[in-house]
């Protein structure tokens, strides 16, 4: 099977995407039809329009409608495309700081389960609302302000559906999007994006958190997400990263030496500089891995950790079934490993070829507070 040169090397592609129809859908252009964005004029007593007062003097054409209003408890529809076609880019913001309580879905090819289903923050590896920080990697980044951008190619052989849930107890007034897309053939074997969201307190009796389970069919597993919450004033991250491949059983095909080796740290991410500071764990970003938070103010804990690894360059194969944990084990002082008790949650990124078994339900927003 010969790809689409939409589907191969970022700059390599680039000189065959002469013509292509390109689309984006946002709030000035919701159906991202050809020449239908900016058509309104401005009413601030539409509740469509209620942003549109700015615009009074200048009329249709002038930031009429440049964001929606997602109230409590309603989920609106940001995309709907016939296809075949691919998802090339999507940014969005909003103004209300749980991020954890918006929720990000979206459905490939008619299906009725999605086949991502994330809240918006951790889909953008940022997952602590009390703790905001950049992103800079190559498929997703978050910049000033809260400006979330995601790169993951997305295709669909007949259809997409993205919809935003609000599942706080308040308005997110201001929400501003743009979904990019391409509208082309898209071979019969191209896999389809997904994305699953979990959380769970590790226990001392079995410190494991289970990053992804239940997959079933071939794909290619291409990213970790972890929101990690450390309890303890010591180190964390001493667990390792386990794949289980295709019917492994008690003993996984591929574990890794560390949770910070995995995230291409070493030695407890600690730093280069002076002798008083170098235990501590340094931020950084890196475009396929990396720890862009460490909170770190209360060295008796809780401290807060985003990290993310990008398997973009060394994704990881299956072809019937996939299972990925993380441990969370530190030191006792004597040398052996102490499992902790710690708050973890996670996003797992992947393409499958479609059926996909459907997901674990959500937990409700209260099982999904970051404080």
């Keep these: 099977m ?9 700059l390599g592609a680039l000189p065959y995407q002469t013509g292509a129809v390109t689309r984006q859908i946002s709030a000035e252009n919701p159906t991202g039809e050809k020449g239908q964005a900016c058509r309104w004029e401005p009413n601030p007593s539409d509740p469509n329009l209620i942003h549109s007062g700015a615009a009074l003097d200048l009329g249709r054409g002038w930031k009429v409608r440049p964001f929606i209003r997602v109230r409590a408890g309603e989920q609106v529809m940001l995309a ?7 998802i090339n880019e999507f940014f969005i913001t909003s103004d209300l700081p749980e991020h954890r309580a918006l929720v990000l879905r979206m459905y490939w090819d008619g299906e009725d389960t999605p086949s991502v289903e994330v809240p918006l923050g951790d889909f953008f590896a940022r997952g602590h609302d009390s703790a905001p920080h950049l992103v800079n990697s190559l498929p997703v980044t978050v910049g000033p302000r809260n ?14 559906r993205i919809t935003l849930e609000n599942q706080a107890p308040r308005d997110a007034n201001v929400v501003a999007y743009r979904i990019l897309y391409k509208l082309l053939d898209v071979p019969d074997g191209a896999a389809t994006f997904h994305a699953q969201w979990r959380r769970s307190m590790t ?4 410190p494991e958190h289970v990053i992804l389970d239940g997959i079933h069919g071939q794909g290619l597993y291409v990213g970790t997400y972890l929101a990690w919450t450390s309890f303890s004033h010591g180190w964390w991250g001493e667990g390792e990263v386990k794949f289980y491949i295709d019917g492994d059983g ?21 730093g280069f500089d002076s002798k008083s ?20 103010a209360d060295s008796g804990g809780p401290r807060r950790f985003s990290l993310y690894r990008w ?16 441990q969370a084990l530190g030191w006792w002082p004597d040398q052996r490993y102490e499992p902790l008790t710690d708050d973890i949650a996670s ?14 339900p959500l937990p409700p927003v209260r099982d999904r507070w970051s404080r």
């Excluded at 340094?282 to 909170?295: D, I, M, N, Q, W």
């Design 203 to 206: 226990r001392r009796d079995y």
């Design 80 to 86: 709907d495309i016939a296809g075949p076609g691919c």
């Design 311 to 326: 398997h973009i360059l060394d994704a990881i194969g299956f072809k019937q079934d996939l299972r990925v944990t993380v």
């Design 250 to 270: 008690e003993f996984p095909s591929m574990a890794d030496n560390g949770t910070e080796d995995y995230f291409g740290g070493a030695w407890g991410f600690a």
């Design 2 to 10: 010969q790809p689409h040169p939409l589907f191969t090397s970022q």
């Design 347 to 360: 996003v797992a990124y992947w393409y499958q070829l479609e059926p996909h078994a459907p997901f674990q």
């Design 147 to 160: 400006g979330c951008s995601c790169y993951w190619q997305m295709p669909f052989h007949t259809h997409a």
């Design 277 to 296: 500071d170098s235990e501590h764990e340094h931020e950084f970003s890196t475009p396929y891995l990396g720890l862009p938070l460490a909170r770190i």
